[in-house]
């Protein structure tokens, strides 16, 4: 029993680690001869180690919030080599 118990902590605790990053919208604005322009798009960010990391994850216009997040976490799990269940 006590086996499973620990098998299910170490579980609940890769699913929250994995749920430990922040998605937040890039702002950048380019001039050009026709004016000034703003283009958005979603960055996500995590700690590895001592050690933040910052992604780029796509257009705003192209990608959703939920889409957005859905990446986040698949990149987060490549690079942490944490089990996806």
Do not use: P
């Not at 798009?41 to 997040?69: F, I, P």
């Not at 690079?79 to 269940?85: P, Q, T």
């Amino acid at each position: 029993r006590a086996d499973e118990l620990k098998a299910e902590a170490e579980a609940l605790k890769g699913a929250a680690r994995l749920e430990d990053l922040t998605l937040w919208q890039m702002e950048k604005a380019k001039t050009t001869k026709k004016g000034s322009r703003s283009y958005f798009y979603w960055m996500a960010s995590w700690r590895e180690g001592d050690k933040v990391r910052n992604v780029h994850l796509g257009s705003c216009r192209k990608v959703d919030h939920e889409t957005a997040l859905q990446k986040a976490r698949k990149m987060k799990t490549e690079a942490l080599g944490i089990s996806a269940n």
